[in-house]
């Protein structure tokens, strides 16, 4: 997402809990002609999300597009969870459901904070996510298109569909059962 937004002109600020890639995004972005900052940022701790905006502000004086691309393997609930509604704000927001895109996100054991470790439990399986793995480039183009069009949902595979049928179906039994 940062490398379309950087090719479309947009200045970019890139916050990230592993500094190495960090600096690698940043130096892309920069060299191929983009104009990028990075700070380090964990989601799980708000004084730590505050920075980036700061420094969006510092530096270019106002903030356009916002992508929460916090994504984790397996330890979701504090990097995803969270979040609000925005609309009020007159914030327009879409959300990324993805499947399987080709990232790191398979290695995101290596940026789990100490207090959210499990040391008893044994090393989780891999799992192997339905539909075609897609490239970040194909994701990006997905988001951006949403961004443009103002949608709450990029849904990035259509074999996601029947998953997302199923759990609305257990919303509404959910709903209809609570009221019996």
Same mark, same amino acid.
């Given at each position: ?10 200045? &970019? ?7 190495? &890639? ?6 892309? &972005? ?20 505050? =920075? ?48 399987? &895109? ?6 995101? #054991?290596?940026?789990?904070? =100490?207090?959210?470790?499990?040391? =008893? ?37 259509? #074999? ?21």
């Amino acid at each position: 997402m940062v490398d379309r937004l950087a090719r479309e002109g947009a200045k &970019v600020v890139i916050a990230d809990v592993d500094e190495r &890639v960090l600096a690698a995004v940043v130096a892309s &972005v920069r060299a191929r002609g983009g104009e990028a900052i990075g700070v380090r940022t964990d989601v799980t701790e708000l004084a730590s999300v505050q =920075a980036p905006a700061d420094r969006a502000f510092a530096a270019f004086g106002k903030v356009h597009v916002l992508c929460n691309n916090a994504g984790v393997a397996l330890w979701l609930l504090g990097v995803n969870l969270p979040g609000g509604d925005l609309k009020p704000y007159g914030i327009g927001v879409s959300i990324l459901c993805p499947m399987g &895109v080709a990232t790191q996100i398979r290695a995101s #054991e290596r940026n789990r904070p =100490a207090d959210l470790r499990n040391e =008893a439990a044994s090393a989780p399986e891999r799992v192997e996510l339905m539909g075609c793995t897609l490239g970040p480039e194909t994701a990006a183009d997905m988001v951006f298109g949403a961004i443009q069009a103002n949608r709450l949902f990029v849904i990035t595979h259509e #074999e996601s569909l029947e998953p997302f049928r199923r759990r609305a179906e257990r919303l509404e039994q959910a709903v209809r059962e609570t009221k019996a």
